[in-house]
DNA sequence: TAGCCGTGGGG
DNA sequence: TCCCCAAGGCT
């Protein structure tokens, strides 16, 4: 552990940081519907799986849809996995439907339907990380946890360590960063949290921050260092996405979303016209994805 | 642990 | 057009 002194230091220096960040997101945050005052646990759930990877934008409309359709864990449970996918719809990275309705199994099954509020119990849910986890404990229930999205690692790099982005991700290390900056009150502490978050997404962007617009400017050390370039090896580059097996099984599962009934695999082919749509079957059917079944393929379970 | 997993917005 | 990157997690 950090010595005491060390951690009183810190937290000292930042609480301005913390202050500024957090009034501006008095004004600033966007309306999202997940962050209403009345929201249940599990619409965050359902709302921070969405979010995975996937920007705001594209999740709003599909969150509404989903939460009107399966407004509780047992609703979803009692549904076939195939329609969490078909829900899912182009969200992209469709195991994600899968997971979400293995872990409303999960609620049902371990806590009487009721989303947990242990951070350990949440790490034990299918498909719930070290950032979701706590991001559920925070935002549902309050709870005081460092919160630590990429918008937020970007955030601390920049104002606190005056880099133009963050390193390598590593839990522990960005968990302990946070928890240097995060006010000691509950209540302040979960608009810290939601807070620099929303300046990530929406002012200290990766590509063209807009410092102008930025409440702590001011007390920004990469901008105080005169905006150093990024001088660390970028990271490795995105394999291109067509003509990949991401992109077959992709067309793939598009195809089944649509099908109510087994697609036999001749009418897929002209979907998936090469050796690509071989591997995509075989894996989406490992996945869980699809399945097998009367001479076609399916979503699981519908 | 590094590679993999969809899809789309924006520069 | 092309490429980066996005409220991560799993293996």
Known sequence: MTPPASIADREHDHAPIASAVVAWFADAARPLPWRAADVSAWAVLVSEFMLQQTQVARVQPRWEEWMRRWPTPADLAAAPPGEAVRMWDRLGYPRRALWLHRAATEIVERHG???PRDLDALLALQGVGPYTAR?????AFGDRHPVVDTNTRRVLARAIDGRPDAGPPSSRRDLEAMAAVLPDDPAEARAFNAAAMELGATVCVARAPRCDACPIAGRCAWRAAGHPASDAPRRPRQAR???SDREARGLVMRELRAAH???PREDLEPVVPDDR???????LVADGLAVHSHGGYALPGS
Do not use: S
């Open 261 to 263: 009934r087994p697609v």
């Open 113 to 115: 339907g009721r989303v």
């Open 135 to 139: 991001a559920v404990a925070a935002f």
């Open 241 to 243: 996405f067509a003509g």
């Open 277 to 283: 749509l071989g591997r995509a079957l075989t894996t």
